[in-house]
């Protein structure tokens, strides 16, 4: 039984065409449009970004505020316009709108909208800077690509020991900023069991800002244990990332799923592993 495009179960093969294409020139990275796209993409990224920045310096500002704010706004809509094809052009939407760079891309047009009530949060538009992660699908550096998705991999099978890590991590700091509490009090700057975790916390991961120390030889003692088990817990969550970077290391490609942009699948795969739709728009079963 033969499997349809995904664009192709709902939509007229004219329009299905020509959102294909759309597609193509979005979205992928290998065609000689999609890569024109994605540098003149990332040559106004880097632009609109340092926009942001030469208006938040007061003499720039005072000089050219007004060519700069109708820039801003001029980007902006740009990417607002980027936006919504990426969204048109996608057989599956809301896969792309929650994806990594969905999100970002969404973020990287908000605060101008945003700055007409919070006249200061246009400058979270440095956000943008996180859209030139495309770069590397532009370059077809598929070896760094690879790294990046296998070190995601790594991070997400290992999420359950990390937490109970944390979980474990966070006992401690309790405890030991209680106890500190108890020894030294507040003459020596514990006023509080929250601000003594705060300086367990300060401590156990090595910071140490200096601006609360204990002054008694018990509490010195106890610092000195804490401070030496620091450096054996800074070492465990590299050790289990480690071994699932071993687990995670394979190779992938950047072609992008014409149904919710994913990326990173095997150099083989027919059918997206992420929402089981064809890779190819062609392809059959």
Known sequence: ?????????????AESSWRNRLHEIIFEAETVSGKAFDILLIISI??????????????WQLRYGELLH????????????????????????????????GVVDLLSILPTYLSLLLPGSKYLLVIRVLRILRVFR??????YLAEAEML??????????????????????????SLMYVVEGEVNGFTSIP??????????????YGDISPQTDLGQILASLI????????AVPTGIVTVGLVRADQAITTEACPSCSREGHDPDAVYCKYCGDPLHLNTTQ
């Open 138 to 143: 532009v370059l077809k550096l598929v070896q």
């Open 152 to 177: 995601l991999r790594a991070v997400r099978s290992s999420t359950r020991k990390i937490a109970v890590f944390l979980f474990a991590v966070a006992t401690l700091v309790i405890i030991c900023g």
């Open 195 to 208: 601000r003594s975790i705060y300086w367990a916390i300060v401590t156990l991961t090595t910071v140490g």
């Open 227 to 234: 401070m030496v088990m620091g450096y054996g817990i800074i």
């Open 70 to 101: 109708y820039a801003e706004w001029g980007f902006t809509l740009l990417f607002t316009l980027e936006y919504g094809l990426r969204l048109l052009c996608i057989g599956r939407p809301w896969k792309y709108a929650t994806s990594f760079f």
């Open 1 to 13: 039984m033969k499997r349809p495009s995904p664009f192709a179960q709902s939509r007229p093969p």
């Open 46 to 59: 880097i632009i609109s970004v340092v926009i942001v920045m030469m208006d938040s310096v007061n003499s």
